[in-house]
């Protein structure tokens, strides 16, 4: 069976440069990957990169009830001619009536990305009540929705606009590649600025958006009126008429009085970033901006707004600053504070440069995506489906065998090294592992990549019963594999507080006991691909809610087990004077 996924937008702009990744992964998988929006200009791009491009000629940016029903009943005849296994909506409107008309049109998947909430907390009470229904009642026809931004994130968990076990972070992430500072010489610079009419010693100082207000221009014109000959303003993006805040002829008229150069719609940004000495987002409204992200990944210093989305991407006072949304007053003030000082934004530049590597890597966002498709596919039972969502590689996920117990245990002393039980040895692990296998109520499930297992999952309905089955079973084999350990008292306290802690915190007995992956197959999607699919099978048997025991203080995995949808409900003593978080996930949250 060939899968064939479709991405929705509004228009074939935002196909190129919002999720061209995505489908790019599609078609690398063999799948039929179909992007469908309002034709235009980008469309013979996306042709040439395999992607099938289906028209919805009644689609537009504004909101119109006469073009949105044409487009809604559009994509209908299209659902149900073209049969697609996976649907998946991006923007306000293709968000809101692509899920339900996927649901409705028999989509197998039906996956929503919230690339920022259409409404903010500064927005007025009637527009926020008005979004936060119209995304309430879409997300009930969905089966993930995939946040961008943590702060949506955490929003539509609290007001429940979304199920809470089905709302993911999804985060952003750039090609690190193209927007890597070292890939052009200072020579190559020096040649870029000149074709760009700088004048050596100037400062450069670069926007990239689309030309409408609340992307903040009319504060950068402002504030450029404000800095003096030594600084020269850029400013890239094409107009977008159907906005209703879209700048016309008389913010032209105002930049160029103001020397702020408008470059258009360009292609080439990664060079024009390197002829950048620092990067401005005025915004009022982001979602997770990926501007911000590529100025960042180019070494740049941001100067952005205090807002959702600006503060994922700049630490105030390390990688950028932030200003107060509207306050053209403070951002030239910071313009002329990062243009006087050039080793602060040197200094900032390569922060920028290490938290990009680090947090906004494209890769990492399509491997989360697919393990999104993957993970609802095993829990709907689409097996076909599943099968495929491994980006082309031959990594499914089955049930542990007898034989895959010492991968496991191996793996379990090699990966997790913080904790405690793996300090007695592969053949200690062994003999739980095997005792695990036993358990009516486990479920331990291993990554198998054709050529064996590269990573595994394992968890039991019930803690206690599961460490007076291994003692009754396993007791005496596995006090002799430990036994050159467990001669230290302070070794065997803590095995007697590992059999008897309090596995009944929160009223939750069902636990996730351990997770990993080997190295080789990190960065892949595949932790997060095992622990759906752990919780999948959990759930099929009835055994939730499920909660994970995490060492206080390993920010990395809580915030795994949060994208996975558990929530944090207390600390607990495993051992004595040693912290830990408790974490629950209950499919009705």
Same mark, same amino acid.
């Given at each position: ?14 196909? @190129? ?5 995505? *489908? ?41 009830? @006469?073009?949105?029903?044409? /487009? ?50 500064? &927005? ?12 309430? /009642? ?15 994130? %955490? ?46 010693? #100037? ?7 689309? *030309? ?12 450029? #009126? ?42 080439? !940004? ?40 600006? @503060?994922?991407?700049?630490? &105030? ?23 006087? &000082? ?8 390569? #922060?920028?440069?290490?938290?990009? !590597? ?17 993970? !609802? ?26 034989? %895959? ?18 300090? *007695? ?20 499930? !291993? ?14 309905? %019930? ?91 390993? &920010? ?26 408790? *974490? ?6």
């Amino acid at each position: 069976m060939t899968v064939k996924l479709a991405h929705l937008t509004t228009v074939d702009l935002s196909l @190129r440069y919002l999720v061209l990744p995505q *489908l790019e992964a599609g078609v690398a998988a063999g799948w039929d990957t179909l992007g469908i929006s309002a034709p235009g200009p980008d469309v013979p791009f996306l042709t040439e990169r395999g992607i099938r491009h289906v028209p919805l000629p009644s689609s537009t940016r504004g909101w119109a009830l @006469r073009s949105d029903l044409a /487009a809604a009943r559009d994509l209908w005849r299209i659902l149900r001619s073209e049969r697609v296994d996976i649907l998946h909506t991006h923007n306000p409107k293709p968000g809101l009536y692509g899920r339900i008309l996927g649901r409705l049109a028999g989509v197998p998947i039906v996956i929503n990305t919230i690339h920022g909430l259409y409404a903010t907390a500064e &927005d007025r009470w009637a527009k926020r009540l008005v979004v936060y229904l119209l995304e309430a /009642a879409a997300s009930r026809f969905s089966d993930a929705e995939l946040v961008q931004s943590p702060e949506d994130a %955490d929003l539509m968990r609290r007001l429940r606009i979304a199920p809470p076990h089905r709302t993911f972070v999804l985060g952003n992430g750039v090609d690190l590649t193209r927007f890597d500072p070292d890939r052009f010489s200072a020579d190559r610079v020096a040649e870029i600025r000149r074709g760009l009419g700088i004048e050596p010693g #100037q400062i450069v100082v670069g926007a990239v958006g689309r *030309l409408v207000a609340e992307k903040g221009y009319l504060e950068l014109v402002d504030a450029a #009126q404000r800095l003096d000959e030594r600084f020269v303003v850029l400013a890239i993006g094409p107009p977008d008429p159907e906005k209703s805040d879209a700048l016309g002829s008389s913010f032209e008229e105002d930049a160029a009085r103001a020397g702020v150069r408008l470059l258009g719609m360009r292609t080439d !940004v990664d060079e024009l970033y390197a002829a950048m000495d620092m990067f401005v987002l005025a915004s009022h409204r982001e979602g997770f901006p990926r501007a911000a992200m590529e100025a960042a990944a180019s070494g740049l210093p941001v100067i952005a707004t205090d807002i959702r989305g600006c @503060r994922e991407v700049v630490v &105030d006072g390390s990688n950028g600053l932030l200003i107060p949304v509207g306050d053209a007053g403070a951002l030239a003030t910071a313009i002329r504070r990062l243009g006087d &000082d050039e080793s602060l934004r040197r200094t900032m530049g390569e #922060q920028g440069r290490r938290r990009a !590597v680090e947090r906004f890597d494209e890769r990492n966002v399509v491997e989360a995506v697919f393990a999104t498709y993957r993970g !609802v596919a095993l829990r709907k039972g689409e097996i076909a489906i599943a099968r495929g969502a491994a980006l082309g590689a031959s990594v499914s996920i089955r049930a542990a065998l007898d034989r %895959d117990v010492p991968f496991l245990a191996r793996l379990h002393v090699d990966a997790i090294d913080s904790g405690f039980l793996a300090t *007695l040895g592969p053949g200690f692990m062994e003999r739980l592992y095997s005792s695990m296998l036993q358990r009516p109520d486990a479920v331990v499930l !291993v990554a198998d990549a054709g050529r064996g297992p590269v990573g595994f999952v394992a968890g039991v309905g %019930d803690v206690a019963a599961l460490y007076r089955h291994f003692v009754r079973h396993q007791g005496v084999g596995a006090g002799l594999a430990a036994a050159p350990k467990l001669i230290r008292p302070a070794i065997l306290r803590r095995a007697w507080e590992t059999l008897r802690y309090d596995a009944d915190h929160s009223g939750v007995t069902a636990e996730l006991l351990a997770m990993a992956v080997a190295p080789e197959a990190r960065r892949r999607g595949i932790a997060e691909l095992l622990g759906r699919a752990f919780l999948a099978a959990m759930e099929q048997q009835n055994t939730v809610p499920v909660r994970v025991v995490v060492g206080a203080g390993n &920010d990395a995995a809580v915030g795994a087990y949060r994208k996975m949808g558990f929530g944090e409900v207390g600390t607990i003593e495993v051992h004595a004077g040693e912290r830990s978080e408790v *974490l629950v996930w209950s499919p009705e949250h």
